[in-house]
């Protein structure tokens, strides 16, 4: 069955550091896998996705995400962090042929001033 | 201009009745989809259309509705409210051509039963 797990609830850091966070999933073909950031009392917006080919994908607001099929993860990184990266983070896997993406249950950044 | 309008942005209903939750889109997208978020589940998949078909219902309950008069239309009919559905709907598009698609998000529908 396909899942889609962030491990970590809530991740917070100083502004200017690096932040990475964890995102692994389980399915049974090649992924199509996604992040989506929520702000504050905001809806969700596309960050960025993988599809094929090299594994470090770049996506917007400066944010940039490895994929890594021997440990099935694919987890986001942006250096460095600044306050207004403070957010909902949510990582989403598509389930091909069935017009359905599954998400995580997502990652509440923090970065302090 | 936001390319999905929902309507309406709060909603607040009593235990039994039904409510219809309006979405659209005007990203000239071929599907749609609705999805829960609430505290116990942040962010629960519900339906997905395409090309005005279902393609994909993970609702366990048939109190949950998707219509679709046009293409660019997805509403959600709820009946026999329960305080549980209390939570944000939102609605999304994508090209609808099938792989790696980005979804494009509603502001949402907040809806609380009382």
């Known amino acids: 069955a396909q899942s889609v797990d962030q491990p970590d609830a809530h991740v917070t850091l100083s502004e200017g550091a690096s932040l990475e966070l964890r995102c692994s999933y389980s399915?049974?073909?090649?992924?199509?896998l996604f992040w989506y950031v929520q702000y504050p009392g905001q809806s969700l917006q596309f960050l960025l996705k993988?599809?094929?080919?090299?594994?470090v994908v770049k996506g917007t607001k400066g944010f940039e995400a490895e994929f890594r099929k021997s440990n099935s993860s694919f987890n986001l990184k942006k250096s460095p962090a600044h306050w207004s990266d403070s957010a909902k983070y949510f990582c989403a896997l598509e389930n091909t042929g069935y017009q359905n993406f599954y998400f995580g249950k997502g990652t509440s950044l923090t970065v302090i001033p | 201009d936001p390319k999905i309008i929902q309507k309406p942005k709060y909603l607040v209903a009593v235990t039994g009745s039904e409510k219809i939750l309006i979405c659209e889109q005007y990203?000239?997208?071929?599907?749609m989809y609705w999805y829960r978020q609430s505290a116990k589940k942040p962010l629960e998949f519900m339906f997905s259309y395409s090309y005005q078909k279902l393609m994909d219902n993970q609702t366990a309950s048939s109190r949950f509705q998707p219509q679709s008069s046009k293409k660019n239309h997805l509403d959600l009919q709820i009946t026999a409210l329960k305080p549980d559905d209390s939570a944000t709907y939102f609605c999304?598009?994508?090209?609808?051509?099938?792989?790696?698609?980005?979804?494009?998000f509603g502001s949402g529908t907040r809806l609380t039963v009382l």
């Open positions: 990203l000239g997208h071929n599907a």
């Open positions: 999304a598009s994508s090209l609808g051509g099938g792989g790696a698609e980005t979804l494009y």
């Open positions: 993988y599809i094929t080919g090299d594994t």
């Open positions: 399915y049974s073909a090649a992924p199509y």
